[in-house]
Structure formats: C-alpha cells, structure tokens
C-alpha cells in the first residue's frame, strides 16, 4: 500500500516543497505568497456563494444527498458484482474492457494501446485518475505527447505546473498570470498565443479555442476519465462545460477511458441523482454545460475502458475510512475550506487536495511519509466540509480515525504516557494539581524543548491556585 | 492470478461482513405524465435556458420557419447543417444553402459549414438543458459540436418538469448529449465564460 503512486511522490520536489515536509512548512510557505491567498480567496468566495444559492433551490436536496450517499454505500458493498455486470454490458456493446491493479500497470496498458494504433500524439480531457497514475510522464517516456485539453489544465501543462485545486485546477492563477503563461509557452506547444492577447477572460477563452481546434479535428487517439460508470447498461458518463470534452470523446477513432472502480453506480436510474448532485455542487450550476454518455463503442470509434485499483481497495477495506470512495470528485469541500482557502492546493503534495485529499491521500498512499502522516492534521475539525457534501463524506471524523494511527511524537507520546499515570489514582491527581498551583507563576507562557510544539499554536491554559474538589473541602461546598 | 480476478478478490476481501444498504428515494421523482406540457413548464424551460445566455424564442408551429429564417440570417446568408429527419417545414423555403451529412462530413467539413439545426429529444425544464440522443433531426454527436452555431427546436411535448423525468425518457444504448447553454468555462477565477471549444452561440426555438 506504501508503493501506491498518486502523482507527486514524497521525492520529487514540486512548486518549491518537497514531500519530505509536512503540510505545516508546506501551508507556512504558500500563506506567505500574498498573490496566492488573493486569488483563492476570491474565486473560493464566488464558488461558495453560487453553490448556496442552487443547492437552496432544490427542496429535495436532503433527500437527494442521503440517496447519493446510499446508492454509492450500495454499490461499494457489492462492487466486485457490479464491476463483473459492467465489463460484460462494455462488452456486450462492443468496448474493451482492461484491469489495472495499480498505477504502473495501468500506464503500460494505456501505453500499449496508443502504440498499437501507431500514432504518437494523443488529446486528453481532464481526469483525476490519469494524473494520479502520472499517466502525461508514463506516455511521453514512451515517445508519446500528450496534450490537456482542459482550458486550466492546458495552463497549468503549458506553465509547467502542478494542479491545485480538482475542479479549477488552475485556480491558483489570475487572469493576468494566465495571460502571461499563454503569451510565453503556447508556442512551444503548437499554435501561439495571438500578439494582441489581453487578460480579459472572453479572450485567453478564444486564444485556448484557436490553439487547440486543429489538434481536436486531426488527432486519431483520445484519453479521458469518467464521472460515472453504469453497470447495469455499460454506460459511460462525462461532466463537463468547455465541450474539449465532446471533442475528444466524439472525434477521434480511439477512445481509452481510465476509470476508477469506485465511480460506479449500479443502475441507469441512479444518474437522475447524481446528475443533481454533481453540477450545483461542484460548478454551482443548476447543469454544467455539457454531459457526454455513451455505451461501447459508439458511432464507429474503437472504445477501451481501464478499470484502475491503484490502491482503493485497500481504502475499501478500512471500515471508517472506505465513505471516502463516495467522493464524486466536486470539490465543494475545498471551496468551503478555511484551511484550503489560505494554504492552497499544491501544499497538499496530493492531485487530490483539500478535505478530501487530506483523508484520501494518505489512505491510497499510506503514511509512510511525514507529509501523509501531517495531511489528517490539515484541518481545524470545523466540519464544513461534511455539511457541504454532496454524497455525505464525514470528513471530520475520519480525519480524528487517520490521526489516531499516525506516529506521535516521542514528547506528545511521553506527555500521555504521564498523563495517564497521574488520572489513574485520584490521590495521585490531587498532589499533582497541588503542585501545579503551587508553582503556577513559574510556568512559562510558551513550554521548553519538545513540549514547545505543542504551545507554538496554543496558550498555556492558566493553572488555578487550588482544585475544585481542594476549594469544597476548605470551604464545605461554599458554605465557610 | 490475472490482474481481473486479484482486483475482484481484493474487493470480495474488503467488504466481506458489509451489511446490506437500503437506498431511501424520499426526492421528487418523474412527475407522471398528465402534468407535462403545462404553460408553467414552458416558461420555466425559456427562462432557464436564457440564463445561460442562449437566445431563445417561444413561437407557434407555424412561425417555426420565420424565426429560423432570422436566427440563421444573423449569422450571415450561408451553409447550414440539416440532419436527416429533420422538418422540412421548419426550413426558410430560400436565402440558405443546406447541407446533408450523407455521405458523412470530415471534421473539416463541419469546421467550415456557418452552423447546424437540430431537433432534440428531451428538454429539462428546471435545469435549461436540452438532450440530443442521435436520433431523427439531431444526427452525429459531431454535427452539433464542430460548427460554432447551433440552433435546436424544441416541441412542447419533449419538455419535462426535471433531470429525473429526463432520464426514465431517455435511451442508454444511444449516445446522448446534455446541452445546458452555450460552451463555456469557469477556469479563469471561477467566472463562468461562454465560447470555448463548442458552438459559441446556442439558439433554442421552442414551439408553443
């Protein structure tokens, strides 16, 4: 489970931190970049308020919420079922189905099948599960150019950059850095920027159509993930606004489709869920402006569906922490984030950041290293994120079950250690509070060597002159 | 072991001892069929679309034809789409050159045409979407993608009241699309911009 590869391993270095930081160095750097904290604050504002409003206007979302809830709690229980009912109706309706234990084995799959078309470039539309595979990196090791087609993916690509946010993946970036980033590198890519390129977003949109329409309308080979996956028609499901989504799904002669095998559902029926969820909670759109379904191979394009483990059924098997393969990828937990709001999504180290990441991520990776053991700490327990979830996710309270297993401190391990001894006896609680109030004015506000961790976020409380069981013995319960 | 039959014992593994999950559906499900068609679903579906700043024009049947004429004009006197099945009767009788996708058009082609019109299957009122599923008048899923205009007309009896009456209408097994607007992004500081990839400009004709 340690091997489990999402992405950004522990060693690779990426936006100046390292996996070998936890997310304290990681969050004090990013709070320090003031156009950073700008730009989320804003964009994470707008998000929040247009979320509210058509979530509000639904009377059913409640009711909506705990069937979503259910329906993927139903289907993970029977998964292996419905993963045997789906490849057989892919099948069925002409598709290819693959399995992929992990990440490595996915990518020499994919790999596999652009080779054996014979072409060397493919078009890709956003997918959560091709960048936790590092699928980009695998493709291009093999010869391979893989171009985003995502209008912030193709920033973050063309930036060379990393996605911070899973919606918004560029969220990080304003429009004036956006245009900067199009200016300098879209001509390495292939069409360039026009000259006369201004930051408003109306026309970095244009510049994004013009550079990618010829390689929409000549490419042969297209990768994309899926929102959803029907296992009672083999249907597959793709959200989307731009319509760099259609095009890839529509006009190429292959189409490979990385999935993860929690993103099932078991019945047609299910979408008129999901597709209420989804959109008002991830875009704060009553409808994304575009949602692509198809079954097998459809209108003479060859279709190749991988179905990737990559470590989830390791989450599976954890009976607190498998509600988090519920997620249907909205991020609404991150945009109601105060900790995510002023960190940022690259000090996650994660391609899933924010609550979900934070309980996500060390689950898929483990916590073998001190940035996955840090992520369950990356949260002040608010639990907005629980409120805001579309599908129910009690993040809080799998953060409390994740910190739980993570290594302590020698210093925090000791403190409970002695903790624990002095509660056991009543006698010994007493003569310890009796100390405590006798050397009161000597405790410093900010404790000494490895107990200063613990007060660099917290006030010493102050120490009362005598206990409360102390004070009705003097006093006869007040009446002295 | 192959990697199929490791992922379903890993899974079998996992979940062993799960107890079973009832789903509760207590949300509005599809609204029977004597409360579709109603002038409350119409004004809901024109109001809804116009919020994602498509044109949308509410006619009789028989003005279907002049406002074609007008929307079509508008994007200068040229070549237009018409996929098989399509009312000939919706069609200005002159002032545009139409074009069948028999035998089928290349990317290129559908690149160069002035735009496509289209019927549909379903319309969701209280989402502004309208749901193409290849059938009669709609063509390939390419036809309404490539050209940067696309105007669809709506019948007042493919208009339903919410998504769950969408889809106990719609067909799996036939490649659908949701159109909710004309293509857009939120990428930019999350404001919603129209115009990227797809038609820039969505015209929705529905007919009283």
Not at chain 2, 39 to 47: G, Q, R
Not at chain 2, 170 to 177: E, G, H, I, M
């Amino acid at each position: 489970m340690t091997s489990t590869f999402l992405g950004m391993p522990g060693t690779v270095s990426m936006m100046g931190y390292s996996g070998k930081e936890g997310f304290p160095d990681n969050a004090a750097k990013a709070v320090r970049n003031s156009q950073l904290r700008f730009n989320l604050r804003k964009a994470t504002g707008t998000i929040r308020e247009r979320r509210a409003s058509v979530v509000a206007e639904l009377p059913d979302w409640q009711g909506l919420r705990q069937a979503g809830k259910a329906i993927k709690d139903h289907t993970l229980r029977d998964l292996d079922a419905y993963l045997v009912q789906l490849e057989e109706a892919v099948t069925e309706a002409g598709g290819h189905v693959h399995w992929a234990r992990d990440a490595a084995e996915a990518n020499r799959i994919v790999t596999g099948l652009v080779k054996a078309t014979g072409e060397t470039q493919v078009v890709k539309v956003k997918s959560m599960a091709t960048q936790e595979i590092g699928l980009n990196e695998a493709l291009h090791d093999a010869g391979i150019t893989a171009y985003e087609t995502d209008l912030a993916e193709l920033i973050v690509q063309l930036g060379d950059d990393w996605p911070s946010h899973i919606l918004v993946p560029a969220i990080h970036r304003n429009r004036s850095e956006i245009r900067e980033i199009f200016v300098r590198h879209m001509a390495e890519w292939g069409r360039p920027a026009p000259e006369t390129l201004t930051d408003d977003p109306a026309a970095l949109a244009e510049a994004a159509r013009l550079h990618l329409r010829e390689r929409f309308l000549s490419t042969k080979v297209a990768i994309s993930g899926a929102n959803f996956m029907i296992a009672e028609t083999g249907t597959l499901v793709v959200l989307e606004s731009e319509g760099n989504g259609r095009m890839c799904l529509t006009l190429p002669e292959t189409l490979i489709s990385v999935v993860g095998i929690e993103k099932l559902l078991p019945t047609w029926r299910d979408l008129e869920v999901f597709l209420q969820l989804l959109p008002r909670s991830s875009t704060g759109e009553r409808m994304n402006p575009y949602t692509s379904m198809w079954t097998g191979a459809t209108e003479g394009q060859e279709f190749h569906l991988v179905l990737l483990d990559n470590g989830r059924t390791d989450v599976l098997a954890d009976k607190v922490g498998r509600q988090a393969l519920r997620c249907i990828r909205c991020s609404a937990c991150l945009n109601v984030c105060p900790v995510y709001e002023r960190a940022g999504g690259h000090a996650y180290g994660s391609v899933y950041p924010g609550p979900i990441g934070a309980i996500l991520t060390p689950q898929l990776r483990g916590m073998g290293t001190e940035l996955d053991r840090s992520l369950p700490f990356a949260s002040s327990l608010c639990g907005a994120c629980y409120e805001v979830c579309p599908v129910a996710i009690d993040i809080p309270t799998v953060l409390v079950e994740l910190r739980a297993r993570a290594r302590h401190g020698v210093a925090e391990r000791a403190g409970m250690a002695a903790a624990g001894w002095v509660f056991k006896r009543s006698g010994r609680l007493a003569r310890a509070q009796r100390m405590g109030g006798r050397m009161r004015r000597l405790v410093p506000k900010r404790l000494p060597g490895p107990l200063g961790g613990w007060t660099d976020t917290r006030d010493v409380p102050a120490i009362p002159k005598e206990s409360f069981r102390d004070w009705w013995t003097r006093t006869d319960g007040g009446n002295r | 072991m192959n990697a199929r039959d490791v992922i379903l014992a890993r899974v079998r593994a996992a979940t062993e001892g799960a107890p079973p999950v009832e789903i509760p559906r207590d949300y509005r499900g599809p609204a029977p069929a004597s409360q579709t068609a109603s002038p409350e679903l119409a004004e809901l579906v024109a109001d809804r679309i116009r919020h994602y700043k498509a044109d949308v024009h509410v006619v009789d049947e028989a003005g279907v034809a002049a406002v074609v004429a007008e929307a079509l004009a508008g994007r200068g006197a040229g070549r237009f789409v018409v996929p098989e099945g399509f009312p000939r009767e919706w069609l200005p009788p002159e002032g545009f050159e139409w074009v069948g996708d028999e035998p089928e058009l290349t990317a290129s082609d559908l690149d160069a045409v002035d735009g496509i019109v289209t019927t549909c299957a379903v319309a969701v009122a209280e989402t502004g979407t309208i749901v193409l599923d290849a059938g009669p008048g709609q063509g390939r899923r390419a036809l309404t993608l490539v050209p940067d205009f696309h105007l669809c007309v709506v019948r007042p009896e493919q208009v339903v009241a919410g998504v769950p009456d969408a889809v106990a209408r719609l067909d799996p097994a036939r490649p659908l699309t949701w159109i909710s607007g004309p293509s857009a992004t939120s990428d930019i500081e999350l404001n919603r911009v129209e115009g990227v990839h797809g038609p820039r400009t969505l015209v929705v004709v529905l007919v009283r």
